[in-house]
Nanobody, 122 residues
Framework: QVQLVESGGGLVQAGDSLRLSCVAS????????MGWFRQAPGKEREFVAG????????QYEDSVKGRLTISRDNAKNTLYLQMSSLKPEDTALYYC???????????????WGQGTQVTVSS
């Protein structure tokens, strides 16, 4: 059993930076792949970025490449999403997710956090 809690969202202006965090508790996250997803009002939840727990593989949605960086600190059981050059289209509820022993960073994922809101104004 793994619990995920996101934080770090907020209201920012276009071009600003923000770092989201996701803290895992319960079972150890050894061998867990993790990812970030987002969902805007009226839209389907979409994949943003994924990372293997060892950090040897990452994958990004095309529109965020070069602006968003996924990373993790296993000693702190924490996943991060560093966001820069934010755009209004980045506005969404951001979720972190985890899955054990998976190859595909796109999913499927088994564990989900409650989400943290990111709003980018222009």
């Amino acid at each position: 059993q793994v619990q995920l809690v996101e934080s770090g969202g907020g209201l920012v202006q276009a071009g600003d930076s923000l770092r989201l965090s996701c803290v895992a508790s319960g079972d150890t996250f050894s061998s867990y792949n993790m990812g970030w997803f987002r969902q805007a009002p009226g839209k389907e939840r979409e994949f943003v970025a994924g990372i293997s727990w060892s950090g040897d593989r990452t994958q990004y949605e095309d529109s965020v490449k070069g602006r968003l960086t996924i990373s993790r600190d296993n000693a702190k059981n924490t996943l991060y999403l560093q966001m820069s050059s934010l755009k209004p289209e980045d506005t969404a509820l951001y979720y972190c997710a985890a899955v054990t022993y998976a190859r595909r960073l796109l999913g499927p994922y088994d564990y989900w956090g409650q989400g943290t809101q990111v709003t980018v104004s222009s």
